[in-house]
Nanobody
C-alpha cells in the first residue's frame, strides 16, 4: 500500500547539480527516518545521507559539503540536493523511509531508484 517514488535523476556534467525527490504515498501516517542510498555499477549499495524527523542529517564522507538532505514532513517527501557532482557520483539513487503505515508499525520501504549519471 505504501509506495516511495524517486524523481529528479538524469545526466549532468561534472560540477553540475541535481535535486532528487522521493515522495511517499498510500497509507502513510508518519515517517521517522528517511535516507538516500546509491548503487554504482558493480558495487554494493551504500548509504549516502539520512535524516530523522526534526533531526540532524548524516552524510557519507564522500558527499559531505556537496550534498544536502532535507524533508517536507507535511508532504512525506525527502530531497537530496547534489552539488559539485563528480563522475564517481554516478549511480542509481534509492530512497528509504521508515514509515508508520497501515499496519500501525514502522516499516522500511524502498523506492524504485532513479539514475544519476555524471559525465562530460
Amino acid at each position: 500500500q505504501v509506495q516511495l517514488v524517486e524523481s529528479g535523476g538524469g545526466l549532468v556534467q561534472p560540477g553540475g547539480s541535481l535535486r532528487l525527490s522521493c515522495a511517499a504515498s498510500g497509507t502513510v501516517f508518519s515517517i521517522r527516518l528517511m535516507a538516500w542510498y546509491r548503487q554504482a555499477p558493480g558495487k554494493q549499495r551504500e548509504i549516502v545521507a539520512q535524516l530523522a524527523t526534526d533531526g540532524s542529517p548524516d552524510y557519507v564522507d564522500s558527499v559531505k559539503g556537496r550534498f544536502t538532505i532535507s524533508r517536507d514532513n507535511a508532504k512525506n517527501t525527502v530531497f537530496l540536493q547534489m552539488n559539485s557532482l563528480k563522475p564517481e557520483d554516478t549511480a542509481v539513487y534509492y530512497c528509504n523511509g521508515e514509515v508508520l503505515d497501515y499496519t500501525n508499525r514502522f516499516r522500511f520501504y524502498w523506492g524504485q531508484g532513479t539514475q544519476v549519471t555524471v559525465s562530460s
